[in-house]
């Protein structure tokens, strides 16, 4: 994929988590493709420690993925905050 796919894939699953995980009023843009990206990579990282492939291009499954490594990042911030 290429750095422009990234940044709208990484800003779609962002934002999709943020409101999964209610941090959507304090997440501008930015930070939403950040946390979609990086979401995408610990995604990516926990389906190959399961024997999975991870994010390979821009479809469905991928999609899940990030969204799924997202939220996991967030709700890992979240719990950090916390304390």
Do not use: C, E, P, Y
């Amino acid at each position: 994929m290429g750095i422009i796919t990234w940044i709208i894939f990484g800003g779609l699953a962002g934002w999709i988590a943020s409101k999964i995980t209610g941090h959507d009023q304090s997440m501008g843009i930015v930070a939403n493709i950040i946390v979609g990206i990086v979401g995408a990579l610990v995604g990516g990282f926990v389906m190959s420690l399961i024997g999975k492939t991870g994010v390979d291009g821009f479809n469905l499954v991928s999609f899940l993925v990030a969204v799924g490594g997202a939220v996991l990042l967030l709700a890992i911030f979240k719990g950090l905050r916390k304390r």
